[in-house]
């Protein structure tokens, strides 16, 4: 039977939407995003803060599950990698502070403690710039056993066959995409100056609060375990043995202070994420107001009970400066913060003022 030319047309255009039907699902699947970042921004800034960044991923994005595999891949690997290095890290300082004088550095234990420690550090950093390289430029780099394990996790965590994983995974390009370029009639639209700069700063905004996020849980880790190692250290040899002597700078008074501490810290990581996840003018300038006035009174609160104890440096005339310089930074930190929540609560007032609030981000901070 013979086909006139136009049934020839459907019979290819129909064959052709069949063709590259499964194509676009994988594409779609792949660009769409809780963060609205493209996907290489987000897989980076999943390896940016190691396992730390891992996990706010994991949190905030739920559509994307090449994203989500970075930032279970960050935390599989990151985790276990810190892990190691600190196992290595007290084993070396124990076998220090436990043997007489210098014989420690001739100790199997601690040689084998520096060794898995260095080893491993070089490891985290070499995997670190490499997967933050990789992931940028649109090449999915997954780790043999780390990768392994990370695509496990996530389709158990997603419900979904791990074959189905696989073949998004393996969907992903090895390289990474150019975009064309414009000729005379695609020619891009200039937007208004203001639109333009905003559009440019998405990615700015997330690695800044991505950034806040980071520290604030090293803070709420360091204040509320480790608070102690910020001391003075004293080497001090009796009958023969040398022993490691810990004077804290932080006194006991610590513990009026963490209270507020603990709740400017989480609200800070809670509320850059919801800042990340949901990226509007309003909830941003509203939650960077509200952490700067928390931020202040937690250095207000430091500098009325002043935790710190600079007796115990060994240098009397530091020790005498020390306090005068601590109180000048943490004044200055003050104003500072105050000043930042002034700012932007009026710069806030002006644009609500004139324009409204708008859906989407208007302007910056």
Known sequence: MKLSPEERKRIYEEEKVQIEAPEKAAAEKETASSTNLKPNTAGLLCYLGGWVTGIVFLIIERKNRIVRFHAMQSLVTFGILHIVIAIASVVRN??????????????????????????????????????????????????????????????????????????????????????PPPTAKEAPVAKAGLEAHLEGTRAGRVAASVAAIVWSAIFLVFFNFFSQYLAVYSREVVDGITRWQIYPLLTPELSLVLPILNVTLILSIVGHSIAIAWDRYLVRQITLIVLSTLGMITVLTFLRVFPFDFSVMPHAGAASVAPTVTVVVLILITIGLGISALVRFIKLMVNIARQGVRPSPTPPA
């Open 94 to 179: 124990l076998v220090a502070v436990s043997v007489a004088g210098w014989d420690w550095l001739f100790y199997p234990q601690w040689v084998a403690a520096n060794v898995v420690f260095g080893v491993f550090v070089a490891i985290s950093i070499i995997l670190w710039i490499a997967l933050m390289y990789q992931t940028y430029h649109g090449r999915l780099l997954k780790l043999s056993f780390f990768g392994d394990i990370a695509q496990k996790l996530i389709a158990k965590l997603d419900s979904i066959k791990g074959e189905e994983l696989e073949h998004e995974l393996s969907y992903t390009k090895t390289e990474a995409k150019q975009p």
